[in-house]
């Protein structure tokens, strides 16, 4: 039983790893996407890998899905009917006042998850301590509960302001709701999320609503599926905070879901970060649409407190991965001032890149390596045969309006703006925490990170990259560290001194109990954590500490909780203020870890005798010029070997680019370590 | 009294000489690379600032200028602000004498109204960016200081700008790097607020700092040389964006109608024109025949008036980038000094962003006479700009707080307009959550929600105002700074006027009669206070509404029945829907 299976449901692909502990071997497939019915995608993908009693000797499959987002995309989710605290029912239309963007005269946002018509106030009111106001009338709700039924409401968001302070009108008004014989899901403010801010806390609710009625069927689906063939292991899916949770409670709080498409590329970065002892790694993954970067200190995956999908604000703890619309497909153009342009357009999987032959003409980043000899006209997976003649007819007509010599200079500056787009995205979420990227390693995954490797690290000036094995499958081995994790928050703004502390210390308890009884029970050992929220009063923005705790019994004084913050503060800003410190928010989390794995990256492929070396011409970003390449398959690589650039190494799911100017050697873990000749 | 000959300043230096060598590619990184730039400066002062008008409200801009004062690129932030700090940095060099007295680390004070365009509550800090010793360029933030010790912690009943605020004309808060703690002393002992401007001045010195090591990075790996010159290449780039728009437009003159509700101190409307001429991609904007400088705040010092045309230039025809010097070369501006825009010192100037909002909708209004379909109809067409105090009666502190709010957007060509959105001369700007603000304030939010019927009527209707009622626990003081209160935003092409803006107190005997500007008004504990927002004007004749979009409204609550049968008969016929 010593076997997992990880699967990571992408736009375009759904990768799969699966990995035999006692055996160290891994097993990789990739496998379109099928959006309609993502399951279909999965058990291909399972087919193309794992034997049937293979299947059924696993113990976990750890799955990452986007099925939560795309309910959300494509707005096919539950009638959704919401009740407000009356004069608040238009909190989901006010939203904030502000304009996504500033300078646009005509924006608009889009149409609120619940048309106005199905909003209902109930006459009830909290204050921010707690204190009932107005006591609840019942009656509104009995009312709304009739609307409610003639309108083919099938899910219902109970939003009252301060609930996180007292719930009780909240939980009134569910009862109220059951009783009269209302059957759909009812989701709860409170219990969604334990923070002030009644927009990000409405719509938070209104999207678990909304998204539980595609999440909880399709996790039905996929288990019963999985069961049928013979699976007797957990099934496990990502939570858009870090770490994992059981399908049971994802179909309670689906909402936790909507942002994890990019975690377990954080969670894989982390993994290697540990295994390898690097203080601080960037994880750079691009895709087929975008780029996802995160920063991995001490081994830590980083996790901020509101994220936002599609314009909405969602307030649970998320892995701060950040993204742009920077991959292999985005399309290049000459905007209408004369500036070579790339992305955030793509050519995605239909049509693709020009150089896929299937039906895409627009210029694409694939394209543009292709030209420059980075990625050989070779097939590569899912049976397309890059074709050089295309790639170039597509980038050729924007030489001219540009003033640059042919479709290879056209190719050089695609490569060389995404890159610096990239490298742009690093910076920033580097240089907002106080971090300097030029001390970091720059692990580089996904199909086309490897590609993309060495021109980050000259525009960032870093100087150690690591390519992991399988890296075009790096986030499914990602996966499978994902260590079961709960968490849960609640706002209570009081001064940071011993008696404030003391508040602190029966919150966590209380959040903690309250973790407990969500909990599982799979796993013996379990690790409790607590965090606050704190700012210097006057503040609104926080830092989030770590509190120390013994077990969720927090051991702290306040005068050294003010410390810890003021040095978090000092590291991030860069300065220190002599003001007093205020609570805001107290954070439990609760994490039963997975079994340690024996290996800390996925074993290479097995090295094939006699790698002849071939050697292809490519343009060298280091030197400015065409130079001979050698062509090397990754699997010759062997433990310890060294490979001088210039080198293209080519392997099923990814391709490097080792430009002149570096080095790569495989480690034992079975990671290419490229460094920078001379540092 | 002297009369002055009109001025004219053109909005940004330089022109296309098509002689630019810059290759397009690392242009298009250096362009990327600024614009990340002044956003670190912007995200660094918004997560360290004290003051809910900061991180908020959002009430500055950061801006990275190159050697020659000319915008490299900006954070949206505060779009009032955003063109005025060209004539900040100048200001605040000029004063300390020039760029000859600046040393690296230096950061300038500069808060005097006629060189920022603002009121004294809004202040500049400069700071020279030195690569090898030499001044490649300027980080600035000019942010609004919660209390800066004017007569009232805000105020629309100024008669000069020395009841406005403490004024620093240019003086240098850092130099070398080290605080020069006289002045910062000077600083705090003039706010009634003293511990929240210290923790702003700090975020503000982070912001600065952090955009001026994003310039230092990008020169120093490009080469001052090439730096240079891809700058030059950028501005040509946002000059050909903007002038491909005012081509398009037919020549002619265009004039816009402005009109303030009054002074400040006299109850007269205070009428306005502002003339657009188009001619081939050029365009002139002329003040010249505003009113006379007035003796109550509206008055509108010439940087705000540049920067209101500017911003109004980038939004119509910037084609959603930002900004950068080389969009203001296709404007020129026309101020005749001594005269509401383009006041002389000391006139008073505290509500100077009233006026260039109203200039802003005036200059919309101009080009909806050149092209149709290029504008919406007008908004709710003001901030609404409620400023709270007063002391807590358990501690005795003093507290205060602000903040604009949401009006309704006019319809346009292309639908209806957006409901509850600030005003687009502070387009990022964001409301407190009430939740956030009741635990902050002595006061319940009894209600915020879209006022039905609030929106004016047409093919494509306008959006929402809103309609916010505060319910104090403790006295409180009460600035209300509201335009548009007499003057209903407009309809286009057939569209119909919406609900004008309007304050009303509620003392407990039912509400008064509305207002839009008072000062100091006493909100005693127990009292309600409402703000109705306006709503947008609608676009093109009611009578062509769609049907369905008609009965949706009724059905959402967004129109009354009754208001639905007066303004769309059509849709009530027999048979039509």
Redesign the interface.
């Known amino acids: 039983m010593a076997t997992r299976i990880g699967v990571d449901v992408g736009g375009t692909f759904t990768d799969l790893v699966w990995y035999d502990e006692a055996t160290g071997s891994v097993v990789v497939s990739k496998e379109p996407t099928s959006p309609a019915a993502p399951e279909v995608g999965v058990l291909a993908a399972i087919d193309a890998a794992i034997p049937p009693a293979g299947l059924a000797a696993a113990r976990y499959f750890l799955h990452g899905t986007t099925v939560g987002l795309n309910a959300l995309l494509q707005r096919t989710g539950a009638v959704v009917g919401l009740l407000a605290t009356d004069?608040?029912?238009?909190?989901l239309?006010?939203?904030?006042?502000?304009?996504d963007?500033?300078?646009?005269?005509?924006?608009?946002?889009p149409p609120p998850l619940v048309?106005?018509?199905l909003r209902l106030p109930v006459r009830e009111?909290m204050?921010?301590d707690g204190a009932i106001?107005i006591p609840i009338v019942g009656s509104d709700v009995e009312d709304a509960a009739r609307r409610f039924t003639e309108e083919g409401v099938n899910a219902v968001a109970i939003a009252f302001?301060?609930a996180y302070a007292n719930p009780a009108h909240e939980l009134e008004a569910e009862r109220i709701l059951r009783a009269g014989g209302f059957t759909g899901a009812i989701s709860l403010s409170h219990r969604v999320s334990g923070e002030?801010?009644?927009?990000?806390r409405t719509t938070t609710t209104v999207v678990d609503a909304f998204v539980r009625r595609r999440m909880g069927p399709y996790l039905e689906r996929l288990a019963s599926t999985l069961a049928t063939r013979g699976f007797l292991g957990d099934p496990l899916i990502t939570r858009s905070g870090g770490g994992s949770m059981t399908f049971a409670q994802a179909a309670a709080r689906p909402f936790e879901t909507v942002l994890s498409g990019p975690v377990a590329g954080a969670d894989a970065t982390a993994a290697i970060a540990r295994a390898l002892g690097l203080e601080m790694a960037i994880g750079a993954d691009v895709g087929g649409t975008s780029f996802d970067t995160c920063v991995i200190v001490d081994g830590e995956v980083p996790v901020l407190y509101q994220g936002s999908v599609v314009g909405l604000p969602i307030q649970t703890p998320w892995v701060d991965v950040r993204s742009i619309g920077a991959g292999g497909g985005s399309i290049a153009f000459v905007d209408?001032?004369?500036?070579?342009?790339v992305g955030p357009r793509s050519a995605g999987a239909i049509p693709g890149p020009a150089c896929y032959g299937k039906g895409g003409s627009e210029p694409t980043v694939t394209d543009a390596a292709v030209a420059l000899g980075m990625l050989p006209p070779v097939a590569i997976a899912g049976g397309v045969t890059l074709d050089l003649e295309r790639a170039r007819a597509a980038l050729a007509p924007l030489a001219a309006p540009?003033?640059?010599d042919g479709a290879d200079a056209v190719a050089?500056?695609v490569l060389?703006?995404a890159a610096?787009?990239m490298a742009?995205a690093i910076?920033?979420i580097t240089?907002?925490q106080g971090l300097d990227p030029r001390g970091a390693a720059l692990v580089a995954f996904g199909g086309a990170g490897p590609l993309f490797a060495t021109l980050l690290a000259d525009e960032l000036d870093v100087t150690r990259i690591v390519v992991p094995p399988h890296a075009g499958n790096f986030s499914a081995w990602g996966l499978l560290g994902a260590d079961l994790r709960q968490a849960t928050s609640r706002t209570r703004?009081v001064r940071l001194d011993e008696a404030g502390v003391a508040t602190v210390g029966a919150l966590a308890s209380e959040l903690h109990r309250e973790l407990d009884g969500r909990a599982t029970a799979t796993f013996s050992a379990r690790r409790r954590e607590v965090h606050a929220d704190l700012r210097?009063?006057?503040?609104?923005?926080t830092l989030t500490v770590p509190v120390p705790n013994d077990d969720g019994v927090v051991s702290v004084t306040a005068a050294a909780l003010h410390a810890l913050f003021e040095e978090c503060y000092e590291r991030t800003?860069?300065?220190r203020?002599d003001?007093a410190v205020e609570v805001v928010t107290v954070r439990a989390v609760v994490v039963e870890p997975l079994p340690t794995r024996a290996a800390q990256a996925p074993a290479s492929p097995v090295p094939v005798a006699g790698g002849a070396s071939r050697s292809v011409t490519a343009w060298s970003f280091t030197e400015g010029r065409e130079l001979a390449f050698a062509a090397v398959e990754r699997a010759s690589i062997a433990v310890g070997m060294t490979l001088a650039g210039p080198a293209i190494i080519a392997e099923l799911t990814t391709t490097t680019y080792l430009d002149a100017g570096y080095r790569a050697t495989c480690d034992p873990s079975g990671s290419l370590l490229i460094e920078r000749v001379g540092s | 009294m002297i009369t002055y000959e009109p001025v004219v300043f053109r909005c940004g230096q330089g022109g296309a000489t098509g002689l630019v060598d810059a290759d397009p590619v690392t242009t298009e990184i250096v362009r990327q690379g600024l614009n990340a730039a002044a956003d670190q400066m912007k995200r660094a002062l918004v997560r360290t600032a004290f003051s809910p008008v900061i991180y908020e409200v959002l009430d500055f801009a950061a801006a990275l200028y190159d050697a020659d004062v000319c915008l490299l690129a900006q954070a949206p932030s505060l779009p009032t602000f955003m063109g005025t700090m060209s004539f900040c940095v100048r200001a605040a060099v000029d004063a300390v004498g020039g760029t000859a007295a600046l040393d690296d680390g230096d950061i300038i004070l500069y808060n005097v109204p006629y060189g920022t365009g603002s009121h004294p509550q809004d202040v500049a800090m400069v700071m020279p960016v030195f690569v090898d010793r030499e001044i490649v360029g300027y980080a600035a933030i000019k942010a609004h200081w919660l209390d800066i010790g004017g007569k009232d912690p805000y105020s629309t009943d100024t008669v000069d700008v020395f009841q406005e605020g403490t004024i620093f004309p240019g003086v240098k808060l850092y130099r070398r790097g080290e605080r020069v703690d006289d002045l910062f002393r000077i600083a705090i002992a003039n706010s009634r607020v003293p511990g929240a401007v210290a923790g702003d001045i700090s975020a503000t010195v982070v912001g600065v700092r952090a955009g001026a090591a994003a310039l230092t990075r990008i020169v120093r790996r490009h080469g001052i040389g090439e730096f240079r010159s891809c700058v030059a290449r950028i501005y040509d780039h946002g000059e050909a964006t903007v002038r491909s728009f005012f081509a398009a437009l037919p020549d002619g003159r265009y004039v816009g109608h402005g009109e303030m509700d009054s002074n400040g101190v006299d109850d007269d409307r205070v009428p306005f024109d502002v003339a657009v001429t188009v001619d081939g991609s050029t365009v002139r904007i002329d003040y010249a025949d505003a009113p006379a400088q007035q003796r109550g705040p509206i008055n509108c010092p010439q940087p705000s008036t540049v920067s209101a045309s500017r911003v109004a230039i980038a939004m119509l025809a910037g084609g959603g980038e930002a900004p950068n010097e080389g969009f203001f070369r296709a404007v020129e501006v026309v101020t005749r000094p001594g005269t509401l825009f383009h006041p002389l010192h000391p006139a008073p100037c505290f509500l100077y962003g009233w006026a260039g909002d109203q200039a802003m909708e005036a200059i919309y209004q101009a080009v909806s006479h050149a092209m149709i379909g290029a504008v919406p109809a007008c908004s709710g067409g003001d901030i609404c700009a409620l400023v709270w105090w007063g002391e807590r009666e358990a501690t005795g502190e003093v507290w205060t707080d602000g903040s604009p709010h949401p009006v309704g957007q006019g319809g346009h060509a292309r639908g209806d307009g957006a409901s509850a959105l600030i005003h687009i001369s502070e387009a990022s700007t964001r409301i407190a959550p009430a939740e956030v603000w009741e635990a902050r304030n002595p006061w319940i939010i009894e209600r915020l929600e879209l006022a039905q019927d609030s929106c004016g009527a047409g093919r494509h209707r306008g959006g929402l105002g809103l309609d916010v009622v505060f319910r104090l626990r403790e006295d409180a003081w009460l600035t209300s700074a509201l335009e548009r209160t007499r003057n209903a935003p407009w309809g286009l092409e057939g569209g119909l006027a919406a609900r004008p803006n309007g304050v009303e107190l509620d003392l407990g005997d039912g509400p008064g009669s509305p207002f839009g500007k008072a000062t100091r008004l006493l909100v005693p504990r127990n009292a309600t206070l409402t703000l109705r927002t306006g709503g947008g004007g609608g676009y093109g004749d009611p009578a062509q509404r769609n049907v369905a979009a008609v009965h949706a409204d009724v059905r959402n609550g967004y129109l009354s029945e009754a208001a639905a049968r007066a303004s769309y008969p059509h849709a009530f016929r027999d048979g039509a829907s």
């Open positions: 004069g608040f029912r238009d909190v239309e006010v939203r904030r006042g502000d304009r963007d500033p300078y646009d005269l005509f924006w608009s946002p048309p106005r018509a009111r204050l921010a106001w302001l301060h002030y801010r009644e927009y990000e209408g001032g004369g500036l070579l342009r540009l003033g640059l050089r500056g060389r703006i610096a787009s742009g910076r920033g240089i907002e703004i210097y009063l006057g503040q609104e923005h800003f860069a300065i203020i003001e």
